[in-house]
């Protein structure tokens, strides 16, 4: 089990920064793949960005070279470093642990942050 707490949200302008925290607790955090989602009103959940256990980077084609994300495994915690806002990154964020064991594959998230972008 994982327990994950996202922090960081909040109003910004178009063109401004924010990053988003998200602390792990409860299990061994170097384990598992992490992630940030989000999901916007009327749409679906999408992936933001996503590291490895080992630090290979994905992000989705809409905010590479605006986002990063990284991990700090000795405090257990993930970061999203999210640059140039645009309004159309308005949405709740959502930090997701997952790991896979033998073959079942096991998703964890957190209760969300919001980022609203506005001027």
């Known amino acids: 089990q994982v327990q994950l707490v996202e922090s960081g949200g909040g109003l910004v302008q178009p063109g401004g920064s924010l990053r988003l925290s998200c602390a792990a607790s409860?299990?061994?955090?170097?384990?598992?793949?992490m992630g940030w989602y989000r999901q916007a009103p009327g749409k679906q959940r999408e992936l933001v960005a996503a590291?490895?256990?080992?630090?290979?980077?994905n992000y989705a084609d809409s905010v590479k070279g605006r986002f990063t994300i990284s991990r700090d495994n000795a405090k257990n915690t993930v970061y999203l470093q999210m640059n140039s806002l645009k309004p159309e990154d308005t949405a709740v964020y959502y930090c997701?642990?997952?790991?896979?064991?033998?073959?079942?594959?096991?998703?964890?998230w957190g209760q969300g942050t919001q980022v609203t972008v506005s001027s």
């Open positions: 997701n642990a997952r790991t896979i064991v033998v073959v079942t594959q096991y998703d964890y």
């Open positions: 590291i490895t256990s080992g630090g290979s980077t």
């Open positions: 409860g299990s061994i955090f170097s384990f598992y793949a």
